[in-house]
């Protein structure tokens, strides 16, 4: 390999380095992904230079500290972003979270070693791969494995067991029997980890391509139950329905799959369904029921997402198309696409139909007319001269003042109700037609 799997320029940034004495090589993901030919948009540098000599070095360029305690400077040269890290070797870890000290270290190999796999534990020089703890080998075996004693570096920091799983999830590999017991065996150390720390590696671990292989695999090393337990209840709950072919776990994970790579869909994906354990019932003829479970499901996703510290606008969104994924049930028209659009906006209703097609897909159904259906009124909708929000109406709270209706609450009821008419179709949105509605007089109190 002469050159790393990417477009960016790294060889500038090495060479300013090199040549003010200061040893520097690619590291860590960007030789993992080059050497399995995936490509590469992150390449980060480890480095002799301290932190000083990396800012007198790149003088002329915009710096950014990210972590100065660690010593990692972010260089943009020519608009590309480089972390570039001095050579550390990490002191004792006390409390699985963070090293108590970092120790600046004058050699590569030191730097290697603190670092968590051996597939991530590579770096390249100038066409040579610098390969101590054998990860090409590693990444030939598909095998995920602690550089050193598992045991010690999943201690050291219990994230380390989020990142295996990501990168298992994601290079579709095996983790090696001692990392997996390691693992398991403190699995409930987890959530010592910041909620911050993991609600970002379940993140990423969703978006990969197949994210049911990780949230298996979480369930698999005891994680599943520390950090999505609601998830956890729903393994083998049988549904007694003539709709499913799956139990609650195995529809989820499918639904999950069938989604698109967005975070609020996946999530509302993989929960949508949890409220099916506290809600089920059989009727008289032996089916399952799970009368209101989607607004159960969407409370339960909302007390998980409020304690891992999403922020509000993503909890809202996840939350908001669980609430209505049984809607399509019922067959649309452009009376409730509208209505769905003006509570929803065109982002969360696209990411509702795309949850309900794949919660179709993955029953013993397999007809999505209904949501096709819906999508293409969505976007005749979109294009007409119906109001989408609030400031799309043609007559505004001034206007209502200038009428005469005093300040205060009631102008919002006024508006809501003139909306109301126009997206029923029963008034046109201009300002003529909403104030001659207006003159006929309106009853506040209905
Ligand atoms: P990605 O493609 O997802 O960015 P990556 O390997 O670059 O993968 P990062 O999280 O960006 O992963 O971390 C960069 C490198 O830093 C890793 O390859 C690894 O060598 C090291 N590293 C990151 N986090 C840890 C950790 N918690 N413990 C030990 N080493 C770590
Ligand atoms: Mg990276």
Same mark, same amino acid.
Request: net charge neutral; hydrophobic share 35%.
């Given at each position: 390999m002469n050159r790393l799997n990417t477009d960016l320029s790294y060889e500038n940034?090495?060479?300013?380095?090199?040549?003010?004495?200061?040893?520097?090589?690619?590291?860590?993901?960007?030789?993992?992904?080059?050497?399995?030919?995936?490509?590469?948009?992150?390449?980060?540098?480890?480095?002799?230079?301290?932190?000083?000599?990396?800012?007198?070095?790149?003088?002329?360029?915009?710096?950014?500290?990210?972590?100065?305690?660690?010593?990692?400077?972010?260089v943009i040269a020519d608009g590309e972003a480089f972390e570039i890290t001095t050579f550390r070797s990490e002191g004792a870890y006390k409390d699985g979270r963070h090293p108590d000290e970092i120790q600046f270290s004058d050699t590569l190999i030191d730097d290697l070693k603190r670092r968590d796999f051996t597939i991530n534990a590579m770096a390249f020089d100038k066409g040579k791969i610098i390969d101590p703890f054998g990860g090409r080998d590693d990444l030939e075996r598909k095998i995920i494995r602690a550089v050193g004693n598992p045991y010690e570096r999943i201690s050291e920091d219990y994230l380390r067991s989020l990142r295996a799983v990501r990168f298992a999830t994601r290079l579709g590999f095996e983790l090696e029997d001692g990392l997996k017991k390691a693992i398991r065996e403190n699995s409930g150390k987890i959530n010592l980890i910041s909620n911050e720390r993991i609600s970002d590696e379940i993140g990423k671990i969703l978006l990969e391509d197949e994210p049911s292989r990780g949230v298996r695999l979480l369930d +698999?090393? #005891?994680?599943?139950?520390?950090?999505?337990?609601?998830? =956890?209840?729903?393994?083998? %709950?049988?549904? $007694?329905?003539?709709?499913?072919?799956?139990?609650?776990?195995?529809?989820?994970?499918?639904?999950?799959?069938?989604t698109e790579?967005?975070?609020?869909?996946?999530?509302?994906?993989?929960?949508? +369904?949890? #409220?099916?354990?506290?809600?089920?019932?059989?009727?008289? =003829?032996?089916?399952?029921? %799970?009368?209101? $479970?989607?607004?159960?499901?969407?409370?339960?996703?909302?007390?998980?997402?409020k304690g891992l510290k999403f922020p509000k606008f993503f909890i809202s969104d996840a939350t908001s198309i669980v609430k209505r994924h049984m809607d399509s049930s019922n067959t649309y028209t452009k009376k409730s696409i509208r209505k769905l659009l003006r509570k929803l906006g065109e982002e969360n209703l696209r990411r509702l139909f795309d949850l309900q097609r794949a919660d179709i897909l993955a029953t013993v159904h397999t007809d999505t007319g209904n949501i096709d259906h819906a999508e293409r009124i969505l976007d005749e909708v979109l294009l007409d001269e119906s109001p989408k929000k609030r400031s799309d109406l043609s007559i505004n709270g001034k206007d209502l003042l200038a009428l005469g209706y005093p300040q205060g609450k009631v102008i919002g009821k006024v508006l809501a109700m003139v909306e109301e008419e126009i997206i029923d179709d029963r008034l046109e949105n201009n300002k003529e037609a909403i104030f001659a509605f207006l003159a006929k007089g309106i009853n506040l109190d209905s």
């Open positions: 940034l090495v060479e300013r380095l090199e040549k003010a004495g200061f040893a520097t090589y690619p590291v860590g993901g960007c030789v993992r992904d080059s050497l399995i030919n995936r490509k590469v948009e992150d390449v980060d540098l480890t480095t002799l230079a301290r932190p000083d000599d990396i800012r007198r070095v790149f003088s002329d360029k915009k710096l950014i500290d990210i972590g100065k305690k660690f010593g990692t400077i972010k +698999d090393l #005891g994680l599943l139950q520390e950090i999505l337990p609601e998830v =956890k209840r729903t393994i083998g %709950f049988d549904q $007694h329905s003539s709709h499913h072919n799956l139990d609650v776990y195995s529809h989820s994970l499918k639904v999950l799959d069938g790579a967005d975070l609020a869909t996946r999530m509302a994906g993989l929960y949508h +369904d949890v #409220g099916k354990v506290d809600t089920f019932f059989l009727d008289e =003829k032996g089916e399952g029921r %799970f009368f209101g $479970h989607q607004k159960l499901s969407a409370e339960l996703l909302e007390k998980r997402l």
